[in-house]
Each structure stands twice: as structure tokens, then as C-alpha cells.
């Protein structure tokens, strides 16, 4: 039984992370439109290199007019995706192969951390709007730049996700029986605590270090900041830790402490910490969203675990009275 969990636990966690590798908005992303008989077809360059040069390609066909001016839009320093597009600069592209609509841009990266916003247009000479290119919800596209990441901190962060996405997975199947009254409670909650550790050192220390070499900070999970990986990494441990506590007494062989939850709270909470770790690697691993959003659910979430702890701990220590028959055959005996 135990190889057919560890086989099962392989086969989700290679299909988990498979799909956060697909999700990924750090991904190159190929995007096609067509606008006033003029189509844009363009594969995105996502990040690049400190102080580097890029090429940006895109190609564009239609009826190009000499009167016609095919303009790269990047943002001016200080803009980002919320500066009204109109704003950006206007640099003409670069003809590759006119006969064939290929075209290009070429940028100067700054320091690691930085991003570039930019679209493309065509507009007359007199500055008429012809047609354009932006992601379809109208924002522009960005470019990050990059610092290098030892091959060491990168491998070993990746290595420690993967196992706890892997100890994460096991022991949500061995949380599966506990909710039909199984007492094998201490092989769940070694598995999370297990996860936990791997998320820890390889989410927290790794990360650290994953994100000064590649951006220049050290962590932007909150009250730090509201970068969504870091956010969904500190989520996931969280809740980890929780059913490691809330189970220390399994964990320990009840020589420290004791549950707080019966064995069938607690394989639900397991069932739970599967549920939420797909709700996060379905999410793109790059996305972000607005700090409002990210402190509310963030802050809601950790209190919520918080007032589940503190919840189980005062059941523990002021247990409900017993009354009816059950009561009087207590006092009986």
C-alpha cells in the first residue's frame, strides 16, 4: 500500500507541476491580431538579462504604405501598465525582412527588478491610429530584467518545491481514510510537517536568495510586500505548519502535547491542504495582482488559521460538559 501511495504521490506531483510550468506567465506567449486589414503576430520576450541588449521581434502584414509609420510604444521611466498608453514613447521598428512583414525592437535593460511596458501601433504621418498591439485586456506587454541565479540556489529551491509538493501529496492520502475514522494519524502529519520543512528551506531560505539574485529584494510575502509567488509560497506553508500543530500529539507519539482536532478534523484539514495547493499552482506562477486584493485575502487567510488553532486549543482546555444518560452513567460509575 505504502508503494502504491508513493507512486500515486509521484504521478499528481509531476502532473501539478507540469501544469505550473504551462501556467507560467514567465513563459514566452504567442499572440496574433488582426485590425483595419493589418495583422500583428508576435511571441513575447518575457525576461531578459541585466544590462543587456534584446531583440524584440514581431511581424506585421497588410497594405504598409510608405505614409505609414510602425512605431515600437516602451514606457518612459517611471510608467507602468497603469500610465495611459498614449503616454509611452514612439520609436520606429526596425525593418528585418520588409517583403515578408518582419520587423523588430531592440532594448537596453537596466538593473535587475526593472520592467518595461510596451505595445506596438501603426499610425499615419500625420498621426492618425490605424492599428495596434497590447495584451487582449488592453494592458501592455512587459519585459523584467533579471539578475543571474547561481545554478546551486536554483537547483536546490527547485528540488525542495518538488518535494513538498511531493510529501504534500502523500500525505493527502493518507488524510483520504482518516475521515472514515482512521487512526493512522501520525503518518498524515509526519508528511505535512515533512512538506513543511521543504517549503520552509526552499520557499524561505532559497527563496531569499532566489530573489536577491534575480530581482534584488529578499522577500515580498506580506506585511512585506504583495508579490504573488512569494504570497502563495507563504500561504502554503502556513497551513502546513497549522496541521502540524494541530496534530503535534500524533507527531510527537503523544509525548508532547496532544491533537487538537479528532482524527477525522484533521483528515479533512488535509483533504483541504491538497485542495488549496491546487488552487495554487492553477494559478500562473508569475501572475499579480493588486496589493488591496493580495493584503486582504493574505491577512484573511492567516487569521482564519490562527482562529482555527486558537479554536482547537480552547476546545482542549475547556472541553464541552457531558450532560444526559451518558453524564449520569459517568457519575454512576
Not at 504521478?11 to 493589418?38: Q, T
Not at 511571441?43 to 505609414?68: H, M, R, W, Y
Not at 495554487?280 to 499579480?288: C, G, R, V
Request: aromatic share 14%; hydrophobic share 45%.
Amino acid at each position: 500500500m505504502k508503494t502504491v501511495r508513493v507512486i500515486a504521490a509521484i504521478i499528481l506531483a509531476a502532473i501539478l507541476l507540469y501544469i505550473a510550468g504551462v501556467n507560467s506567465e514567465g513563459r514566452p506567449e504567442f499572440f496574433s491580431h488582426k485590425e483595419n486589414d493589418f495583422t500583428f503576430e508576435m511571441t513575447t520576450v518575457p525576461k531578459a538579462s541585466e544590462f543587456s541588449q534584446v531583440k524584440i521581434p514581431i511581424k506585421i502584414t497588410g497594405d504598409i504604405q510608405p505614409n505609414l509609420r510602425l512605431l515600437f510604444r516602451p514606457s518612459k521611466y517611471g510608467q507602468d501598465e497603469t500610465t495611459e498608453l498614449r503616454h509611452y514613447r514612439n520609436i520606429p521598428l526596425i525593418i528585418e525582412d520588409s517583403a515578408s512583414g518582419l520587423y523588430y525592437a531592440t532594448v537596453s535593460t537596466d538593473a535587475k527588478g526593472g520592467k518595461l511596458y510596451y505595445y506596438f501601433e501603426i499610425r499615419d504621418n500625420t498621426g492618425g491610429y490605424r492599428a495596434g498591439l497590447s495584451r487582449p485586456d488592453g494592458k501592455p506587454f512587459i519585459l523584467k530584467y533579471i539578475g543571474h541565479v547561481p545554478t546551486l540556489v536554483l537547483i536546490g529551491h527547485i528540488a525542495l518545491m518538488t518535494l513538498t509538493v511531493f510529501f504534500l501529496v502523500v500525505g493527502f492520502l493518507y488524510a483520504i481514510p482518516l475521515i472514515h475514522r482512521g487512526r493512522n494519524v501520525r503518518a498524515m502529519t509526519l508528511h505535512f510537517a515533512f512538506a513543511a520543512a521543504c517549503a520552509f528551506l526552499g520557499g524561505y531560505l532559497l527563496g531569499f536568495a532566489m530573489n536577491h539574485y534575480a530581482f534584488g529584494t529578499v522577500w515580498e510575502g506580506v506585511p512585506f510586500g504583495t508579490d504573488a509567488t512569494d504570497n502563495k509560497t507563504q500561504l502554503l506553508f502556513a497551513y502546513m505548519l497549522f496541521i502540524t500543530l494541530a496534530s503535534f500529539g500524533s507527531w510527537s507519539k503523544g509525548k508532547i502535547g496532544c491533537d487538537i482536532y479528532s482524527s477525522r478534523a484533521l483528515g479533512w484539514f488535509g483533504i483541504g491542504g491538497f485542495v488549496l495547493m491546487l488552487a495554487i499552482y492553477l494559478i500562473p506562477h508569475s501572475i499579480q495582482f493588486t496589493p488591496e486584493l493580495t493584503y486582504t485575502v493574505c491577512y484573511s487567510f492567516l487569521g482564519l488559521l490562527v482562529l482555527l488553532y486558537t479554536v482547537g486549543r480552547l476546545r482542549m482546555r475547556f472541553p464541552p460538559r457531558r450532560t444526559g444518560r451518558k453524564a449520569k452513567s459517568k457519575r454512576a460509575k
